[in-house]
């Protein structure tokens, strides 16, 4: 069945991708590109794929999805103490990349990781459905399991109980990764595609505002 993987192609040709279509700020360039994708259809636009390095300098990779995003950063959830948790705490660099195939398009970001505030975390665990905030209190994620009894068994017993016992556990919150470079893709025809990428320009002391330089790269 993959024998044949060398023949599976296809011509990117929905869009292009110029210097004049592009906003200074990465972050609102961003927030048009999602638009774009969300409005063209794509099945979950928000999801992400989260690279990190474990301590022995070695890459690992999943898919989480984005809940929030301003000029700060890249915010998702997840558990502290799972692989990426601790592989973060290792080291605070990662990229994240964002492919959203109806249009043609990827933006790879990479920058550093800070946890979000208590009561950010707070916030979103609040709003999420009382099932997912059940599954986050059980699951310690990334954990080898013996089976799948023992989880469902303290997902039941946390849905019986009383309301109040389902709160935020300390290992479980938001995570926001602050850009350093932003890259946009836009598939074109014979494999020359246009690229483009933000970089950070160091901030002088007293600067508020983020400034970028912009430059086009070869496919
Ligand atoms: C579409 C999709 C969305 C996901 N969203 C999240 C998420 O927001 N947070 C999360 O912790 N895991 C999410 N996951 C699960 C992760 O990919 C991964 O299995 C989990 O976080 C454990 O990763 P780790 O062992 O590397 O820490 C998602 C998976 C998929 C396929």
Same mark, same amino acid.
Request: glycine share 6%; aromatic share 8%.
């Given at each position: ?16 991708? #110029? ?31 989260? /690279? ?14 984005? $809940? ?15 692989? $990426? ?7 605070? $660099? ?55 009894? #023992? ?52 901030? /002088? ?15």
């Amino acid at each position: 069945m993959t024998d044949h993987l060398g023949e599976l192609r296809r011509s990117y040709d929905v869009g292009t991708l #110029e210097e004049a279509d592009l906003d200074d700020d990465p972050i609102r360039q961003f927030e048009r590109w999602f638009e774009d994708a969300r409005q063209s259809g794509e099945d979950e636009p928000n999801a992400m794929t989260l /690279a990190t390095v474990d301590a022995d300098g070695a890459p690992d990779a999943r898919v989480v999805l984005l $809940k929030g995003l301003d000029q700060d950063g890249f915010v998702w959830f997840s558990n502290y103490t799972s692989a $990426k948790g601790l592989q973060l705490q290792h080291t605070r $660099k990662a990229a994240l990349v964002f492919r959203w195939h109806r249009l043609e398009r990827q933006v790879r970001v990479r920058g550093l990781v800070s946890r979000t505030s208590p009561s950010e975390s707070d916030e979103y665990f609040a709003s999420r459905p009382l099932g997912s905030r059940i599954g986050a209190i059980v699951s310690p994620q990334s954990q080898v399991l013996a089976d799948r009894v #023992e989880l469902e068994r303290a997902a039941a017993r946390l849905a019986i109980g009383p309301e109040p016992a389902i709160v935020r556990p300390p290992h479980w919150g938001g995570s926001r990764l602050a850009p350093v470079s932003l890259e946009l893709w836009q598939g074109r025809a014979n494999r020359l595609h246009d690229r483009f990428r933000y970089v950070r320009l160091a901030q /002088a002391p007293g600067d508020t505002v983020a400034t970028w330089r912009r430059e086009r790269l070869a496919p």
